[in-house]
């Protein structure tokens, strides 16, 4: 075989190889009856979440950047979640809603103090107990808590620039 039989050979399987792995992303990217593909929830009130935060409990294990609850009998202070503040990326809505109804979705699971001798969280099931409003209030609520930081650039840092 010679050297342009064997390039055209080598793009042959290329263009195969990209071909199969182009028609499995679009393959993954079909929806599903369990997709969320769509799913959007009715819009919140920050002034009702932060009300239906507090009366639902959550102050109890959990703080918020900016916010003061009235005094409420919480967990040991070593098990206080902490939300809002700066983060270097974005809580999406699906994130926050998520870590909401599926907390066990959500934990830091290397970190045992959050889970129970079983592995499921300690944050209690509150698809009981919470309506659909008191949700998105609560995630809009905790949104406008988050700041996102842009991390600063040193060009003369270590690293700069093929170190």
Known sequence: MNQSQKSALAIGALVIALVVCIGLLLVSKIPTEDSPAGFILPPGDATAGERAFAELNCVQCHTVTGVTFAESE????????????????????????????????????????Y???????????????MNVQQMTDIVTFLQEHYDIV????????IGYPYY
């Open 74 to 113: 919480t967990v040991a202070s070593e098990l206080i979640v902490p939300l809002g503040g700066s983060l270097l990326k974005v809580k999406t809505y699906g994130q926050l809603a998520t870590a909401i109804i599926h907390p066990a979705e959500s934990i830091l699971k290397e970190d045992d103090r």
């Open 150 to 157: 842009t991390p600063t650039y040193d060009p003369q840092g």
């Open 115 to 129: 889970v129970d001798a079983a592995g499921n969280s300690l944050m209690p099931d509150y698809t009981k107990v």
